[in-house]
Nanobody, 116 residues
Framework: QVQLVESGGGLVQPGGSLRLSCAASKSIFSINDMGWYRQAPGKQRELVAR???????NYADSVKGRFTIFRDNPKNTVHLQMNNLKPEDTAVYYC??????????WGQGTQVTVSS
């Protein structure tokens, strides 16, 4: 079992930045894959960025060059640095962890609103 707690969401103007954090209840060395997903109203949940245990990272095309996912292993935390935010980035952002049995765990979500 892995518990995930997200933080860092909020209201920001277009062009601004936010950093989301996802704190895991156990060492992320024991977690195969961690990622950030988002779901906007009326839309399906989509992958934003993922970080594999091998160091591989993947991004959705819509956030490449603006978002960065990175791990803080000693703190069992994964961050999503979001720069140059756009109104279309508005969504609830969820952290997901996949353990080595391929079981998925989700956080409760944090709201990001980009608006002037």
């Amino acid at each position: 079992q892995v518990q995930l707690v997200e933080s860092g969401g909020g209201l920001v103007q277009p062009g601004g930045s936010l950093r989301l954090s996802c704190a895991a209840s156990k060492s992320i060395f024991s977690i195969n894959d961690m990622g950030w997903y988002r779901q906007a109203p009326g839309k399906q949940r989509e992958l934003v960025a993922r970080s594999g245990s091998s160091g591989s990272v993947n991004y959705a095309d819509s956030v490449k060059g603006r978002f960065t996912i990175f791990r803080d292993n000693p703190k069992n935390t994964v961050h999503l640095q979001m720069n140059n935010l756009k109104p279309e980035d508005t969504a609830v952002y969820y952290c997901k962890a996949t353990d080595w049995t391929l079981e998925d765990y989700w956080g409760q979500g944090t709201q990001v609103t980009v608006s002037s």
